[in-house]
Nanobody, 122 residues
Framework: QAQLVESGGGLVQAGGSLRLSCAASGRTVGSSAMGWFRQAPGKEREFVAGISWGGASTYYADSVKGRFTISRDNAKNTIYLQMNSLKPEDTAMYYC???????????????WGQGTLVTVSS
């Protein structure tokens, strides 16, 4: 079972940028799709971005398309989320997750990190 640890969250002003990292240990995630999700206070957890096992395919929620970029370095067993032009509505706990499939797919998640908090001030 892979263990996922997120880092890089923090407080940033609107319009700023942050880069989140998700380091996997215990098991390589190089053959698995990975994703980023977020949960704002009082709201349900939602999909933010996903990436296929080799990084060739990426997927984004409409709300972050053009502002966020997901990437991966399989040699380092690490996934990234570059977040630009941040808005107050991006404030949430951000979670890294692993799929047991090579492409992101519904109901195919089998591991979650503990989350890293992103707060965007207006």
């Amino acid at each position: 079972q892979a263990q996922l640890v997120e880092s890089g969250g923090g407080l940033v002003q609107a319009g700023g940028s942050l880069r989140l990292s998700c380091a996997a240990s215990g098991r390589t995630v190089g053959s698995s799709a990975m994703g980023w999700f977020r949960q704002a206070p009082g709201k349900e957890r939602e999909f933010v971005a996903g990436i296929s096992w080799g990084g060739a395919s990426t997927y984004y929620a409409d709300s972050v398309k053009g502002r966020f970029t997901i990437s991966r370095d399989n040699a380092k067993n690490t996934i990234y989320l570059q977040m630009n032009s941040l808005k107050p509505e991006d404030t949430a706990m951000y979670y890294c997750a692993k799929y047991h499939t090579r492409q992101p797919a519904p109901n195919a998640l089998d591991a979650w990190g503990q989350g890293t908090l992103v707060t965007v001030s207006s």
